[in-house]
């Protein structure tokens, strides 16, 4: 049997980066693309993108660039979108209608079969569709659906509670976004999403850059 290849972690967080400027590519009908111009677009040098994309197999031909169609195909396989994702979210405030009205994810696969609150006045309204559902109702509803991925939008005290509730009934994927370190079975997959830490990210890199600026002044200073 082939041995798996292992794939950083640094690739795979670069991956939907590619795919996205692949699907746009695409959208604007451009056929095959080198390195170098993939390079220009995408912000990564062209020697990372033939690395990258090395890892998965012989995408790109010498003198021909690559397919983006093709490419685009394999590095959605890469991503596990050739399949559907039965997902839910729990919590149907700011964070969780914004998401149940975002109609990218479900395009790409993950489909939202049902929002759970506890609040009585949310539980029974229409989000994009999709009804609210009384969170009591929770694991009657993962015992009888197939549900793969639970999206976690309520406040951080209870989140523990609702990813055990979701990881002892099936679901094996998390994208948790309470601000706490679930703690999960081994099996189960938890992705943590955080706008502040990348607010703060840029808030730093101003700050970086301011510093730069002052020390170019206090150089010139110096002259
Ligand atoms: P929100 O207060 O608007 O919504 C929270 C919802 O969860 C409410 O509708 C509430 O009734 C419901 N809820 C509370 N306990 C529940 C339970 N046990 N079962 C089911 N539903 C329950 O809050 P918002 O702004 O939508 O934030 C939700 C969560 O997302 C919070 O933990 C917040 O810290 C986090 N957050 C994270 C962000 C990130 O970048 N990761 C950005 C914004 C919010």
Known sequence: MEKKKYISMAVIKRLP???RYLRELLRNDVDRIS???LSEKIGFTASQIRQ???NFGDFGQQGYGYNVRELYKQIG???GLTKDYNTIIIGAGNLGQAIANYSYFKSIGFK???IFDRNPKLVGLKISDVEVKDTDNLEEFL??????VGIICVPKEHAQGISEVLTSNGVDGIWNFA???LKVPKNVIVENVNLSESLLTLSCRMNDNLMGN???VNAIDEI
């Open 35 to 37: 390195s170098k111009e």
């Open 214 to 216: 002052r020390r170019k």
């Open 143 to 148: 015992k009888n659906n197939d549900i793969d």
């Open 17 to 19: 980066k590619y795919h």
């Open 112 to 114: 939202l079969k049902a």
């Open 77 to 79: 396989i890469i991503l």
């Open 52 to 54: 990258d994309l090395n």
């Open 179 to 181: 601000p706490i370190d």
